[in-house]
């Protein structure tokens, strides 16, 4: 059975369907020795190069859905090579699989990841128009008031577009430093940060605690992993309607 070359490139987890007809755009891939164009369909065991590399698009046909939690540290990368030399969260990761993470976490913020062997759920959960919940714990310095609430859950224009956050609640915290937890349901770069640094306020601590119906379990340590067990697992798959 044949499906179009994008959608196949995603689901065995080498990048998004977009990254893909990027490539093929600019004739980077291949197809049985063909330079691939836009609207080509392939089979999964149909011999595909990207730039010249032959890529293994069966790689995630396993029969079971896989999906691990991992409470990621600040100061771990979520990139798989690093010139500084510094940890990375593949590190962490059970070995024999080939897994793909489900939204980043920048440097400096911890907390919960998620990854998985199915490539096409992984893009799913990750695609605006899923609209799943992400939910922080945020630890700002400054004094906020009502006004900033209102604004921040109203929207701002940010460099790259309109961002907002659907729910702001006071969590806690004495003195010059409040937490807050703040739920928002796309995943721009560096996007809670950059909300209330856009009001003045600096954030010092920054910890994802909850995708979708998926909550970071208070037992499970720093730069430590589970598996989700199978009705989570399925909670995923409902919310990526697969």
Partial sequence: MSDRLQKLIA???YGSRRWAERLIDQ?????????????DKAKINDKVKIDGRKIDLARYKEEETKVIILNKQAGVICSNKD????????????KGSRWVMVGRLDLNTSGLLLFTNNGTLANKLMHPSSEIDREYAVRVLGKVDKDDIARLTEGLELEDGFAKFNRVTLAGGEGANRWYKVVLREGKKREVRRLWEALGFKVSRLIRVRFGEIRLPESLRANQFEYLKPGQVNLLLRDAKL
């Avoid at 010139?83 to 059970?94: N, W």
């Fill in 83 to 94: 010139s500084e030399g510094r940890k990375s969260v593949y590190e962490l990761l059970p």
């Fill in 11 to 13: 689901s065995a987890g």
């Fill in 27 to 39: 004739g980077r891939i291949e197809v049985n020795n063909k330079t691939a164009k836009i609207g």
